[in-house]
């Protein structure tokens, strides 16, 4: 063989192994070397070759099988990169998990520590995102770095300074802070958040109801006083009014108030006296007639006023009949 040339290395076909053992098994899918994340389409495929080697019962048969059997369930761009492989010493090409070592390596090139540690220390943590989130984050970028030993420490730091505030002044009151401690104040302040969060909520819509009920109150007492005017004629007008009733006085119906009688404050052509006509004069003599009207008029009228009128005084009523008599008895 010439310098410089591949050794190609025959596939042995397993169509037949597969049908052997259950032709109902399912094959893994190909493996995707071309787009994507390469390394974990790897990871992927492997698990599931190794679950189907197990299945099919190919541990048990020739490893040259069973390398056979993984490359054609890895389809042919696998079966391409199988083909360049250099094989040193110490090396068994025939060998399945040497052929998976191999493949491994193609798919996950050397990793530049400074590129990785620059994405580590990169990270961004969003207060308004779950701490674990950010945490798993982190974890995962740190697996690249080559952290080894000090790769809690590390996660521990990155954590302190991408905090701020009062989680970040906890943080650093801590003595002998540690990954876990670290990670349970960050959980245990979040929480605080959340439910102090919940409390002013809670408070404020509180403070809602009780300012919509005092508004409501205000809103009342703003309103325009009523028209007690129109409540005073409504009661008037709900008061029964008094009986019209035959006047001994005037001789005609009327309501017995001597504001609506037209003898009051009349002179009688019989007997001159006051406040009756001459067709309602029960007296033939002067000074008997006028004290017997006085003493009729005073009886019904004033008792009328008092009903009426809501307690005026009689009194002074009585004085200014009295003086009228007076002066009608000096004029006869």
Known sequence: MAEGQVDQVPVPAVQNVHSMVNPNLRLPPELNITSGNVSENFKTWKRQVEIYLLASGSTNLPQNVQT???????????????????????????????????????????????????????????????????????????????????????????????????????????????????????????????????????????????????????????????????????????????????????GYKHVMRKEDCPAWGNVCDRCHGLNHFKKKCKKKKVHVVSKDTWEDSEASYSESDSSQDNGKSRMKCLDGLQQEFKRTLSEI
């Open 68 to 250: 056979a059997t993984l490359i054609n369930c890895g389809g042919e761009n696998l079966l391409k990169v199988y083909d360049q492989f250099i094989w040193v010493d110490g090396e068994d090409k025939d060998n399945p998990q040497h052929v998976l070592r191999k493949i491994e390596n193609y798919c996950n090139p050397r990793r530049n520590e400074v590129a990785e540690s620059h994405k580590f220390w990169s990270a961004k943590y969003n207060p308004s995102e779950p701490i674990d989130n950010f945490i798993t984050e982190l974890r995962t970028r740190a697996k690249s770095c080559n952290f080894g030993d000090s790769e809690e420490r590390m996660i521990r730091d990155k954590i302190v300074f991408s905090t701020s505030g009062k989680v970040q002044q906890l943080l650093l009151r801590e003595d002998n802070l540690n990954l876990q401690r670290a990670i349970k104040i960050c959980q245990s302040y979040e929480q605080a958040n959340k439910q102090a969060q919940a409390m002013r909520e809670d408070q404020g819509q509180v403070h809602k109801i009780t300012k919509h009920q005092k508004d409501g109150r205000q809103r009342q007492s703003d309103r325009p006083p009523k028209d007690h005017k129109r409540e005073k004629q409504h009661i008037n007008r709900s008061t029964p009014k008094p009986e019209a009733k035959s006047c001994k006085f005037c």
